[in-house]
């Protein structure tokens, strides 16, 4: 029995589409995802039941206070009266269940606030989901770069789409530095978690291609090459639901001309745009 052969670049692309349009679909996927609700004070969440506040100081999560008969269930106990649900930045977060098909879990903000996230594994766009819309495997956009890691990081400043201009400061390990027709670019990436998340626009925004621009994650090689395989560039949260605020190109990663590879849109079942 002999091996299969390996799988060819475009191959290897079809899997990926694949996954990109299964993982949409998930219970706590991006187009499951309905209501993102940052809580101040004691208040009410819109789609689910329960009264949320913050937790004491230097506590991560938020309070629910709620009756058994409302239904929640934090951590697999029934909620009756008030439990701590702790967020995702402790090492132990808590897991939501509203119902057969509504969960969620809490978040943390750059300003010590904490939001409730509301997933519905039935949500409208779930329901009217007809694909993730992408352009063909373009081979000629596997592009080669370099890396300087930068000792200690640098701070680069980045826009959020809900955030009215205020910037939040990410790290950026490192210069990356391709070239595009003759033409030099000096981008940053900043750390996503083991990766480097490139968030960039390009001349197909607005046009081909969703408005607000894409992702695409990096690693550097170990010769100090880098590589950037458009091919995989993703679409935001934000363009698959209005509850994720999603970071913005900053100036340098904002190309003028088209990288036709990657994806384009989020598609309704009639080949609209879902939102």
């Known amino acids: 029995m002999t091996d299969a052969a390996p799988a060819t670049p475009a191959e290897r692309y079809a899997v990926f589409r694949e996954r990109r349009a299964l993982a949409a679909v998930q219970p706590q996927g991006p187009l499951a995802l309905v209501n993102t609700q940052w809580v101040a004070d004691e208040q009410t969440v819109w789609g689910v039941p329960g009264r949320w506040a913050p937790a004491p100081v230097g506590t991560s999560g938020l309070l629910v206070t709620a009756e058994a008969a409302e239904g929640i269930h934090v951590d697999g106990s029934l909620v009756d009266g008030t439990v701590l649900v702790r967020g995702k930045d402790d090492p132990n977060p808590s897991a939501i269940v509203f119902s057969e098909h509504t969960t969620g879990f809490v978040i943390a903000g750059d300003d010590g606030l904490y939001a409730l996230r509301v997933w519905d594994a039935k949500s409208e766009g779930i329901e009217n989901f007809g694909g993730i819309d992408a352009f063909d495997y373009a081979p000629e956009w596997v592009v080669t770069g370099t890396f300087r890691e930068i000792e200690g990081g640098t701070v680069v400043g980045f826009?959020?789409?809900?955030?009215?201009?205020?910037?939040?400061?990410?790290?950026?390990?490192?210069?990356?530095?391709?070239?595009?027709?003759?033409?030099?670019?000096?981008?940053?990436?900043?750390?996503?978690?083991?990766?480097?998340?490139?968030?960039?626009?390009?001349?197909?925004?607005?046009?081909?291609?969703?408005?607000?621009?894409?992702?695409?994650?990096?690693?550097?090689?170990?010769?100090?090459?880098?590589?950037?395989?458009?091919?995989?560039?993703i679409l935001p949260p934000c363009a698959f639901s209005y509850a994720f605020n999603c970071p913005l190109p900053p100036k340098q990663n904002r190309f003028p001309f088209r990288v036709e590879a990657g994806e384009k849109n989020v598609l309704a079942e009639d080949g609209s745009l879902l939102h």
């Open 159 to 233: 826009e959020h789409l809900k955030d009215d201009g205020k910037t939040r400061g990410e790290v950026v390990p490192g210069e990356i530095r391709f070239t595009h027709d003759g033409v030099e670019y000096d981008i940053a990436a900043f750390k996503s978690g083991r990766a480097l998340q490139l968030v960039f626009a390009d001349a197909t925004n607005g046009d081909d291609t969703y408005s607000v621009g894409r992702f695409l994650f990096l690693a550097p090689n170990p010769d100090g090459s880098i590589t950037l395989d458009f091919n995989t560039a």
